[in-house]
């Protein structure tokens, strides 16, 4: 550079002494110029996911007749290039020999076919749904290593002991056919690898590491791979020292532990820039790398207290500063993405950084800034650096310093100090960003600088804490004038009002939140979030700030879910939330009303008809619930008490039976969703007097109080009202010989026996029947009705008492009564034996196109179905089932005695939804005495 010195200072008309020096000073100014200008292009200006070597493509396998090597630093997952592909076995074995790297790597891990991990054998079999199709082997690319043996032996006129691949990580990979597991062809092989291995001066040894000082120094040497330096003449090693050690230095994490401040994780290929490279590598770090008088200096990101501070005898010229950013360089939030392992290695975001006080500073308008961060694989790490850059882009003075040549000392990037009175720094910290040496017009030497503010607190970090921060050199106290308002009264509620019914009839539950929306006109959306308490993720959506309410849906009944809403602006301000936390869900959980209304009556032909009615009428009762109808011969309103009327749940109104025998019966009816959640209240009818039902053949009637209670008494008395009573524990003989202590024991002789017990005569029927003993007792107390039967054989009833049934070829039969209470009365036993009955089935009766002789229709849904030949008389007539309808439909019993083909008929009425008559394929039950 001495011809260029001198060059210049003839062309300025300089000569002698001057011109020496002159010449001088321009060889310290090219010199320092390369400096500036590496440490502007070298500054951790983070890439865009864009780049080449970065995001997607860093795990894409491609095939390519001319590719450039790819190099790894740390450990990622990274794809390869296709540099061998051959069939054999007809076909059904396909070959790959995959290169990852184009260097000695650690080691080669997990084998991933698209984003699924394969897990392999000590052999390279896979195992699980691979198993016996897929067969990987590695090489790590060393220099003594071999080919790969078994595809020698399975391709040997293609792959030979030569093809050994020697400083080239690969695998080889043998996929057997499959087109159930191969059904898209070759999966997209690859590999989590740890990579190049490093020199650490501090050890002098060289192997793996993840250190990004050690990684972007091997880069910088490499002389096939990267730069080529001389690590001897042109590596500053005292620096690189110093950024390896930062770099191992321990930060505590906030889930515990503690991790390595910067690593480097990733790859990229030879074909990219060196400048964006090197970019990137700092950008892991938080660095910078500088270029000066032919020396490579790396800096980890850690703040330097300045060791040289330039004051007003240190200027030339005056001093310009600029306060502000501009807004396009401004930002108060950083977000943007790392690769994460625990995302299969892809490209994620971070949990964004921002400063609240710094949005306040700038009008209460979110400024983001994006960054990717290629080389960072630790989400922690990715908001340290994150935190660094948005502190340093709230460093918003900037100054042009017009110096003399006793600034000539430093380089891009040092630390400096400014003393300035006017200004009020008393050695206030600046970074340098350039520098230039100029020759005034007066033919005097300076140095312009170009500095921007720093603080010892850009590089501070609290692990669980630091997510707010203040300005360490705030230079505005401007109010905010955007805000937008949080919405209030957060209300949620779930249960059967909020159930959502599907088309196909089905049911989900649902959290209906509604909130108070503000006097707000800047609110232009609403964010509503939603969780399950036990879980840390959140689900959100936006709506329209027309609306306060929103659907949180599907959600699990008896789950505890966490909502949140908040406001949005036009211009993306966001308000606080609003929470409630710990909703449980009552969904189909929650009971179903019970009816409105619940009635019995007696039919003419003695069948007893119950009817009730719902106004509103729940979707998970319409989907797959129903009606229970209870009983009980004695006052109550104890639902548990009761007896179940039927089998089954009632699926509408109408239901009727003739089951019962005369006498005053207590009843009861719940509604039953489709999880079998009854309602919390039963309706009850109390008292109803039932006259006799409809029977055929009846072998025996026996009123017992009519034949003045003639069979056996157990602890009870006949009195003069015609109904047993139960006899004392007492008796005259227990009475005091002495009038004056009757008093005393009087009690004792009202005391009652319990329980009183009445038995029946044997009752003979004349033959071995079957037949249905129907027995009404009307009692104070609770009743038990038993019975004991016996055949033709036995000649009377044997075995022990058991509760009334069925019975099936029995000649006799014996009744008991027992009532417990404290004054027990048993005042009416009515039994009737009924001969078995007949039932005639009728499945899949379409009521559009029957033609049955048996059937008739009368008008779409409205119908008559006859006996067929079994049937004296129709005592119940029900359809057991409506057939590929919706929710809603029902059915109405018209009649029981009308005739179709000169047979007993019932006619029917079956509404659609909407409660019009409408044609179903139906399941009908007739049942009665047979003829």
């Known amino acids: 550079m001495p011809f260029v010195g001198a060059a210049v200072a003839a062309a300025i008309g300089l000569t002698g002494t001057v011109a020496t020096v002159v010449a001088f000073a321009i060889n310290i100014v090219v010199s320092i110029t390369i400096s500036a200008l590496a440490g502007s292009i070298f500054r951790p200006k983070l890439p865009k996911l864009s780049d080449p070597f970065a995001g997607a493509q860093r795990t894409q396998t491609v095939r390519e007749p001319i590719t450039p090597w790819r190099v790894v630093y740390g450990q990622v997952r990274t794809g390869g290039a296709i540099t061998f592909l051959h069939t054999t076995d007809s076909n059904s074995k396909l070959h790959l020999i995959i290169t990852l790297a184009g260097h000695e790597v650690e080691e080669i891990g997990d084998i991933y076919f698209d984003d699924e991990i394969v897990p392999l054998d000590g052999a390279g079999n896979a195992t699980g749904k691979y198993a016996g199709y897929v067969r990987v082997q590695k090489k790590l690319g060393t220099d003594g290593q071999t080919a790969f043996a078994d595809l020698i032996t399975e391709a040997s006129d293609k792959w030979t002991a030569d093809h050994r691949q020697r400083g080239r990580a690969c695998i080889y990979v043998r996929l057997t056919h ?87 994780n990733g790859t990229f290929d030879t074909s990219q820039r060196p400048r964006d490279i090197i970019a990137s590598m700092t950008g ?48 108060n939030g950083v977000k943007g993405t790392f690769v994460s392992p625990d995302n299969k290695w892809q490209a994620s975001d971070f949990p964004p950084v921002s400063s609240s006080t710094a949005v306040t500073d700038d009008g209460g308008e979110r400024l983001w800034r994006d960054i990717d961060l290629p080389f960072t694989t630790s989400a922690a790490t990715a908001q340290r650096l994150a935190r660094i850059e948005l502190r340093r882009a709230r460093q918003q003075i900037s100054v042009q310093l017009a110096a003399k040549l006793t600034a000539y ?48 607190t850009v590089y501070d970090w609290t692990a669980g804490t630091d997510e707010e921060e203040v300005d360490p050199a705030p230079d505005t106290d401007l109010p905010n004038p955007f805000s937008v308002s949080a919405p209030t009264s957060l209300v949620l509620a779930s249960g059967d009002a909020e159930i959502l019914q599907l088309a196909e009839g089905s049911v989900i539950s649902r959290i209906k939140a509604t909130w108070t929306a503000p006097s707000d006109a800047r609110v232009a959306n609403y964010e509503l979030a939603w969780k399950k308490s036990a879980e840390t993720d959140w689900d959100s959506v936006l709506s329209s700030a027309s609306v306060s309410v929103g659907y949180v849906a599907p959600v699990e009944d008896g789950t505890a879910y966490d909502v949140r809403v908040r406001s949005i602006s036009g211009l993306g301000v966001v308000s606080g939330w609003v929470a409630v936390t710990g909703h449980v869900v009552e969904g189909k959980s929650a009971p179903p009303p019970r009816p409105d209304t619940f009635q019995v009556a007696r039919v ?52 009727e039976t003739a089951d019962l025998a005369s006498g005053t019966y207590w009843f009861a009816v719940k509604t039953v969703d489709s999880s079998g959640n009854e309602s919390t209240d039963a309706r009850f009818i109390a008292s109803a007097v ?18 003045v209670w003639p069979g056996t008494k157990t602890s009870c008395f006949l009195d003069r009202d015609n109904a047993l009573h139960a006899t004392s524990s007492q008796n005259w003989s227990n009475l005091p010989s002495a009038w004056s202590s009757l008093a005393a024991t009087w009690d004792n002789i009202l005391n009652n026996n319990s329980p009183i017990r009445y038995e029946t005569p044997v009752l003979d029927l004349g033959a071995d029947v079957n037949f249905t003993p129907l027995v009404t007792a009307v009692a104070n107390g609770t009743v038990t009705l038993e019975m004991k039967t016996g055949t033709q054989a036995d000649g009377t009833v044997t075995g022990s008492w058991v509760a009334l049934a069925l019975v099936e070829g029995k000649r006799y039969v014996q009744i008991r009564a027992s009532v417990s209470d404290t004054t027990p009365v048993l005042s009416g036993l009515t039994t ?52 590929n309808v919706g929710a809603g439909w029902s059915w109405e019993l018209i009649s029981k005695t009308q005739i179709v083909n000169s047979e007993p008929a019932a006619e029917f009425k079956v509404y659609n939804s909407s409660g019009t008559l409408a044609n179903a394929t139906i399941d009908v039950e007739l049942r009665g005495p047979q003829a």
Not at 690 to 707: A, C, F, K
Not at 850 to 878: M, P
């Open 178 to 264: 499959n087109s159930d597991l191969f059904a898209s062809g070759i999966p997209n092989i690859t590999a989590v690898v740890k990579g190049k291995k490093v020199y650490d001066p501090r050890t002098s040894t060289t192997a793996w590491s993840a250190n990004a000082a050690l990684c972007l120094a091997d880069y910088l040497t490499d002389p096939i791979r990267g730069l080529g330096v001389d690590y001897a003449t042109r590596i500053d090693e005292a620096d690189l020292i110093a950024a390896a050690n930062i770099c191992d230095e321990n930060v505590t994490l906030a889930a515990g532990g503690t991790e390595d401040r910067y690593t480097m």
């Open 284 to 331: 892991a770090m938080a660095g910078r790398a500088s270029l000066v008088g032919g020396t490579w200096s790396i800096f980890a990101g850690a703040y330097t207290a300045p060791t040289i501070t330039l004051t007003e005898a240190d200027l030339r010229g005056p001093i310009r500063v600029s306060s502000r950013l501009s807004r396009r360089d401004l930002a």
């Open 409 to 456: 000392r430093l380089v891009p990037g040092d630390v400096v100090g400014l003393t300035n009175t006017r200004m009020g720094w008393t050695s206030k910290p600046f970074e340098l960003t350039n520098l230039r040496f100029v020759v005034d017009s007066d033919g005097s030497l300076g140095v312009d600088l170009d500095l921007r503010e720093t603080a010892s």
């Open 604 to 655: 003419a032909d003695g069948t007893r008809r119950f009817t009730w009615s719902l106004a509103s009428v729940p979707a998970d009762v319409r989907s797959g619930g129903g009606y229970r109808i209870r009983y009980k011969t004695s006052s109550t309103t104890d639902w548990s008490s009761m007896t179940a009327l039927h089998e089954g749940l009632l699926i509408s109104s109408p239901y």
């Open 690 to 707: 039932l006259g006799d039902p409809p029977l055929r053949d009846v072998l025996l009637q026996r009123i017992e109080q009519s034949l």
């Open 832 to 883: 009737i034996i009924s001969s078995s009955s007949y039932t005639d089935t009728y499945e899949d009766v379409n009521t559009a196109t029957e033609t049955a002789s048996w059937f008739s229709s009368v008008a779409a849904g409205h119908f008559k179905i006859g006996a067929r030949g079994q049937l004296a008389a129709i005592s119940t007539a029900r359809i057991l089932a409506l057939q």
